[in-house]
């Protein structure tokens, strides 16, 4: 598996070279890794011993699997033979963990400023390098030496001195970050994971996408208030969407058991009652229409979902570790932040109680994009990059930043040093 390139500016990952029985290989610095992990030929050829087999459970990305692993203990020392570390590594089943296009170093040292003084042990002149090793937050942290960062503007590559030498990271204008390879992962956990449908984010074939993606920025606007305001995607070819009043009331009906049963319907009225003070949800009229049957659609049904506009998590989780300094937030009730125009919100009406303390029911409705709506993530998502644009020309890199590192309404990110990830923190807020 190999890391892709873009132009002619590719990602450098964190490596250092190592020493281990008289064989020199290259190790990958992984502070989010939580152990350290050798591939099945650095095993054969330093004939390591195993030092522990067993059942263990690894924390990855999608949580914790388990898998019967074996482990080794070997000697690491520095090309230079002044430092030495002994390093628990586990046992993948592959000839190379990690395969990284050749970031040809001299030309990089040679082309920036703050690295002068810089000097990569690594000079292979190959066009793809094998990485043989991976050292987890541990172990990185043991090598680390306390010396100050040679940082440039952002964007810049960024040269940390270790116990084994100099090493250099920098995300280059890589943007497609899914070859990166995590060795406790397997094919079908990878896929999973660029698969999420986490709050209906999963692809749909539906319609033409790009015309439904068109026609919203067409007809998206912004009330008097600064709310972005946007009518709901319809499909063209919908049936009418009939009035489900009566499985509506049978469903708050068994709602209102359970919550009165788990002493919860107090928490529930207070967050209607302050949807209804923010204005997010307002009562609505009752009217007559259709009544439901049993091929009648569901609102879901006639709604395009949109194009998926989030970046891959993925990609936005492997990015951030490249940063010394994470930068996080998201936007508070982000959803909810968008309104709907007025003639499209009786599709969006529910029931609820007056009172805690009566039966008597109400007809309300949402004002603002409902999460779980099947197109919700696409309007969330086509506001967010509609106001970003309008900053662009006054804060252009911050807005491209912002752009690849928000997955949905988090903005998972960093910087070099702590200086400007205060920048960044102050100009994304």
Not at 250 to 260: C, D, E, I, Y
Not at 296 to 316: F, I, M, R
């Amino acid at each position: 598996m190999t890391t892709s390139q873009e132009g002619n500016s590719a990602v450098i990952h964190p490596v250092v070279i190592v020493n281990v029985a008289g064989y020199k290989f290259r190790a990958l610095l992984d502070s989010g890794a939580s152990h350290s992990y050798a591939s099945s030929t650095f095993v054969n050829l330093t004939k390591a011993e195993p030092k522990a087999s067993g059942v263990r459970q690894i924390a990855t990305l999608l949580g914790v699997a388990t898998r019967v692993m074996q482990e080794y203990k070997v000697l690491m020392q520095s090309v230079t033979d002044e430092f030495s570390l002994d390093v628990n590594g586990t046992k993948v089943d592959k000839r190379e963990l990690l395969s990284l296009e050749n970031p040809k170093y001299k030309e990089v040292l040679a082309k920036y400023p703050h690295l002068r003084g810089v000097y990569i042990d690594d000079d292979d002149g190959k066009r793809v390098l094998p990485v043989h090793l991976i050292l987890g937050a541990n172990d990185f942290a043991r090598i680390r030496t306390g010396e100050r960062l040679r940082v440039g503007r952002r964007g810049d590559p960024v040269a940390e001195f270790t116990r084994y030498g100099w090493t250099l990271m920098s995300l280059g204008a890589e943007t497609d970050l899914s070859p990166v390879y995590l060795a406790v992962n397997s094919a079908a956990d990878y896929e999973r994971l660029c698969a999420l449908d986490v709050l209906g984010l999963a692809d749909s074939p539906t319609g033409d996408l790009e015309d439904v993606y068109s026609e919203f920025k067409e007809q998206l606007t912004r009330s008097s208030d600064g709310r972005y305001e946007t009518a709901l995607p319809w499909k063209g070819d919908h049936p009418p969407l009939p009035n489900n009043q009566n499985s509506s009331l049978l469903r708050l009906n068994s709602l209102l058991r359970k919550l009165r049963r788990t002493d919860m319907l107090a928490q529930y009225d207070a967050v209607i009652r302050e949807q209804l003070e923010e204005g997010a949800v307002e009562r609505a009229p009752s009217e007559a229409s259709a009544h439901a049957h049993n091929e009648a659609p569901s609102l879901n049904d006639c709604l395009h979902a949109g194009p998926p506009l989030q970046n891959q998590l993925w990609s936005v989780l492997t990015r951030n570790r490249f940063h010394s300094v994470a930068v996080t937030g998201d936007i508070r009730k982000a959803f909810l932040q968008i309104k709907i125009r007025q003639a499209e919100r009786d599709s969006l009406r529910f029931h609820w109680i007056k009172d805690v303390h009566s039966s008597e029911v109400e007809i309300l409705r949402f004002t603002r994009v409902v999460f779980g709506l099947a197109p919700s993530p696409f309007l969330l998502n086509g506001v967010i990059q509609q106001h970003l644009e309008l900053w662009r020309p006054r804060l252009p890199e911050t807005v491209s930043e912002a752009l690849k590192n928000l997955y949905v309404d988090d903005f998972i990110s960093g910087a070099p040093t702590v200086t400007d990830a205060k920048k960044l923190k102050r100009e994304t807020a």
